[in-house]
């Protein structure tokens, strides 16, 4: 009776589906959430007669075999990189990638970190920071007597300074973009890790070709929908409760063949 073993995968299969799904629903409103996606694959077959082989003398091929599933398992939980919606906030430190890339920060470790999530802010050195006060790399300073900042589409960052009627440029912001983004390492607070799948970053001044530009006062959005996620919430549930309905009849089966005299 391999329907017992191969419903407790199926269940298994259809729980992790609703983890990911309620990851994606509680991160509706987190800022540059790319949401993710539950893939599966079938598992290795049992060949009792395997289709091609030959079954008699005569040599007469079997067109089609005997090969029996035992279940399914997770392939991968991928992760779905296209744009969010864009929202304004006004804020100047507010910056949205419009495109494709990700900003980069100074991790306390050393190490690079990306992201898309562009709430800054200025710490009390004057650098632009994000809400953990990670540094943007390369680093930039507002100047303590700055009146004004501004961030131009193509990452330029200038400062309007007390009796000065002519901005002084702060720095330059650069983004970086991946071969395969879904390969970024995932380490929560919207921050990536470059990984092997990911491959080596490519950085370029916003605008560039096959770059993103920034709009300064807006933060992109989830993209994360509502009605898709609940919709394949629903087809999880009654997945899962099909396969647990096989194991209640498989069960059935296996008294009634207990009872037998």
């Given at each position: 009776?391999?329907?017992?073993?191969?419903?407790?995968?199926?269940?298994?299969?259809?729980?992790?589906?609703?983890?990911?799904?309620?990851?994606?629903?509680?991160?509706?409103?987190?800022?540059?959430?790319?949401?993710?996606?539950?893939?599966?694959?079938?598992?290795?077959?049992?060949?009792?007669?395997?289709?091609?082989?030959?079954?008699?003398?005569?040599?007469?091929?079997?067109?089609?075999?005997?090969?029996?599933?035992?279940?399914?398992?997770?392939?991968?939980?991928?992760?779905?990189?296209?744009?969010?919606g864009i929202g304004q906030t006004g804020?100047?430190?507010?910056?949205?990638?419009?495109?494709?890339?990700?900003?980069?920060?100074?991790?306390?470790?050393?190490?690079?970190?990306?992201?898309?999530?562009?709430?800054?802010?200025?710490?009390?050195?004057?650098?632009?920071?994000?809400?953990?006060?990670?540094?943007?790399?390369?680093?930039?300073?507002?100047?303590?007597?700055?009146?004004?900042?501004?961030?131009?589409?193509?990452?330029?960052?200038?400062?309007?300074?007390?009796?000065?009627?002519?901005?002084?440029?702060?720095?330059?912001?650069?983004?970086?973009?991946?071969?395969?983004?879904?390969?970024?390492?995932?380490?929560?607070?919207?921050?990536?890790?470059?990984?092997?799948?990911?491959?080596?970053?490519?950085?370029?001044?916003?605008?560039?070709?096959?770059?993103?530009?920034?709009?300064?006062?807006?933060?992109?959005?989830?993209?994360?929908?509502a009605v898709e996620e609940i919709s394949?919430?629903?087809?999880?549930?009654?997945?899962?409760?099909?396969?647990?309905?096989?194991?209640?009849?498989?069960?059935?089966?296996?008294?009634?063949?207990?009872?037998?005299?």
């Open positions: 009776m391999r329907a017992l073993s191969i419903a407790a995968s199926g269940m298994q299969a259809q729980q992790l589906n609703v983890d990911v799904i309620s990851h994606n629903i509680a991160n509706m409103n987190t800022t540059g959430y790319k949401r993710q996606r539950a893939e599966f694959q079938d598992m290795l077959y049992q060949n009792l007669e395997r289709p091609g082989s030959t079954s008699s003398a005569s040599g007469a091929i079997l067109p089609l075999g005997i090969q029996i599933g035992v279940g399914v398992r997770a392939d991968a939980v991928g992760r779905v990189t296209e744009q969010g804020n100047p430190y507010d910056i949205a990638v419009d495109g494709r890339g990700y900003l980069q920060v100074t991790l306390p470790s050393g190490q690079t970190g990306y992201t898309r999530s562009g709430n800054l802010a200025v710490n009390a050195d004057g650098q632009i920071v994000t809400s953990d006060g990670y540094a943007l790399e390369p680093a930039i300073t507002v100047p303590a007597e700055a009146t004004a900042v501004q961030i131009t589409r193509d990452g330029v960052v200038e400062a309007t300074l007390t009796g000065q009627a002519t901005p002084q440029q702060l720095g330059q912001i650069e983004i970086a973009t991946f071969i395969n983004p879904p390969g970024l390492e995932a380490i929560g607070d919207n921050l990536y890790l470059e990984t092997p799948a990911s491959g080596a970053p490519n950085v370029a001044t916003p605008g560039s070709a096959g770059f993103g530009s920034l709009m300064q006062g807006f933060l992109e959005l989830s993209n994360v929908n394949a919430l629903i087809v999880a549930q009654r997945a899962y409760e099909m396969n647990a309905r096989v194991i209640t009849a498989a069960d059935e089966m296996l008294q009634s063949t207990t009872q037998l005299r």
